[in-house]
């Protein structure tokens, strides 16, 4: 992410507890900086990546913190793991020195990061949301305002409770196809290719999780894949059974995919 900033226009100024961490930027053309107080002595946008809650408060708020050395209307994002209340409390504690505090997790991986495709999840008043977006653009191709702070921690929880369900689906498929004598390279290709079509998980979200009205133009093909899910759900359940493999997900798959896809069957 850093990488991307260095041919920003204002330059960059980075620091961390690691020289390592840090000297390639500076061959790039960023400013070392020796704490992060001398951070918030140079940059009035700066991006907080460190491990916990614990380092967080630290960097933000240590005798050597951001807020020590930054000026009023300094704004910070941060895109550590945070717990559920932090972002908001920290937001509390830096209002005095005049610091806007947005909790901005990305989504992308690794991968994002290099390509400078990251998407991110922004908590925080829209006016520092705002400002943060010039920032945020070489390295991320999505931002999206959530609510106040501590809104893209929630925000964040969400896409993962979306992210490794789907992983635990996919270890589960793995074994049933592996006892049905299915190679498993191959069955990751029609499943690359087909996500590629049909958009995965995402294809399904809607503006609401409340269930879809019979008047809406999406209640007959959701319908569809409703009846369409649960007869393949049930025949993979019928196959597991055969086969000695035991599928929680898809059990679970089975009784709650008409409600989530908001075509339950008595609405």
Sequence with gaps: MAGHLTRRPGGLV???ARASATSALAEGGALVASSPRAVGEQAELISVMVRDDVEVREVLLGEEGIVR???PGTVVAIHSTLGLDTA???????APYGVAVVDAPVSGGVLGAQEGTLAVMAGGSPQAVERL???FAPWASVVVHVGPAGAGTRARLARALLQYAAYAAAGEAQRLAEAAGIDLGALADVVRQSDLTLGGPASVLRD???PVSRADPWHGP????????EADLTLALRLGRDLGIDLPVAEAALDELAAALGVPHDG
């Excluded at 959701?222 to 899910?229: K, N, P, T």
Aim: glycine residues 8%; aromatic residues 0%; charged residues 20%.
């Design 14 to 16: 980075v620091c961390d």
């Design 208 to 210: 609401s999780s409340l």
């Design 69 to 71: 050395g930054a000026a």
């Design 88 to 94: 908001a409390a920290l937001a509390a504690e830096v």
């Design 133 to 135: 977006r010039p920032a």
């Design 222 to 229: 959701l319908a569809h894949l409703r009846d369409q899910g």
